[in-house]
């Protein structure tokens, strides 16, 4: 056997990854529920009958070598272009080209990565070529397309959603690439420990790209000049040193979980909102930003049913700014565990939206004579006069209409602190009827 750095050595070999990239749909792992047999995007490849189509997922789940597969099942020319390098200049000459292969009957079909890396000008200059049917466009995105793609691309596009791989096909990739004598490491007679590749499986958090090559640098790394490589556990964590990460401060990751997490405080569920707590905070989330989420949560959601949270969540926002990472992941994750196991009352903020849709939508009232101001000379002319003091009144209450036309808008639940409120408020509905 050649000495493993004889086997490295090729000037130009691709990265594992790329050399172990799927040659036909059969040896496409994941992404069954697109991929399988009888499922829509196989069909549309197997029959070359394919329409414009946005492929949706996160990195190395397969979008791209999709390209590969259509290539070997088509007739018609694939072009591959990359939104990043590419001009509206190349557009031109796509444009130039695809009349001349449409007038000799041949198809072309752009692919188009990273395509939210096209501006809204760039995107429109595909728009009148797509719909005049010159090309048909697949672009591939990892950003939600209904948020980075022009509403009028999706509209002539199919969307298909590409999901991370799980570990269990992450370990099959990577058996593969061991077994492999042509594109993979076969050569090299590696031997891995189930748990040193559920180790790189776990690290490459769904993405076969980085599992690859994850395996690569952990072979390349402790491969001895002569010999089997066992690959143990220990290899891989020092190979790899740290976990991938995969959040996005600014993209799809960020808002996933920061929904996540507030709705698994509303739903009052404090483990899962400390877990998405801890990936916003590990992912380099703006710790100002949980902190602001948190207010807004403490009264949308708690309320009057406990009037400590926002208390909690004020003083939260405030020892961001005068602590700042690390320490203030305490005090936030105090602050989520303690709204998470609060009551729950959304009232004031169903009271506010219902009296916001009435100002909007209904004739406004006008503010009843004895409520008007006073405090100028002429005002009881105006006939600002009547009103009544209600501390003057039996337990601080007066009978008095303080609108036009009265309206319930605030309708407190019988829970946690917000009880007593309800109780209270029980009691002067008894006694209006009663005056």
Known sequence: ?????????????????????????????????LLGPGKPLRTLIE??????????????????????????????????????????????????????????GQRTILFLDEIHRFNKAQQDALLPDVEEGLYILVGTTTHNP??????????????????????????????????????????????????????????????????????????????????????????????LQNKHMRYDRDEDEHYDIISAFIKSVRG?????????????????EDPRFIARRLVILAS?????????????????MQAVDTIGLPEVQIILAHVTAYLACAPKSNASYQAINAALKDVAEQPLQQVPNHLRGTG?????????????????GEGAWVEQVYMEHPKKYYLPTDRGAEAKLKEYLDKLDARRKKA
């Not at 209904?146 to 298909?160: D, E, G, K, M, T």
């Not at 100028?376 to 003057?392: N, P």
């Open 1 to 33: 056997m050649k000495e493993q750095s004889e086997l490295f050595a090729g000037v130009n070999r691709p990265p594992l990854a790329k050399r172990m990239a799927p040659r036909s749909l059969d040896e496409f792992v994941g992404q069954d529920h």
């Open 47 to 104: 029959t070359d009958q394919l329409s414009s189509l946005i492929l949706w997922g996160p990195p190395g789940c397969g979008k791209s070598a999709i390209a590969g597969l259509i290539a070997g099942r088509t007739k018609s020319e694939l072009v591959r272009l990359n939104a990043v390098t590419s001009t509206v200049d190349d557009l031109r000459t796509l444009k130039k080209e695809s009349q001349g292969r449409r007038s000799s």
């Open 146 to 239: 209904f948020f980075y793609v022009n509403r009028a691309l999706i509209s002539r596009s199919r969307v298909f959603t590409f999901e991370p791989l799980t570990p269990e096909s992450l370990i099959v990739l990577l058996k593969r690439a061991l077994a492999d004598p042509e594109r993979g490491l076969a050569a090299m007679g590696v031997e891995a420990e189930p748990e040193a590749l559920e180790a790189i499986a776990r690290s490459a958090e769904g993405d076969a790209r980085g599992a690859l090559n994850g395996l690569e640098l952990a072979v390349m790394a402790n491969a001895p000049k002569a010999g089997t490589l066992r690959l143990t556990v220990a290899h891989v964590k020092d190979a």
């Open 268 to 284: 009052s569920d404090p483990d899962a909102a400390i877990y998405w707590l801890a990936r916003m905070i590990a992912g380099g």
């Open 300 to 316: 949308e959601d708690v309320g009057n049913a406990d009037p400590r949270g926002l208390l909690m969540a004020s003083a939260a």
């Open 376 to 392: 100028y000379k002429g005002a009881e002319e105006l006939g600002h006069v009547g009103y009544q003091y209600a501390h003057e």
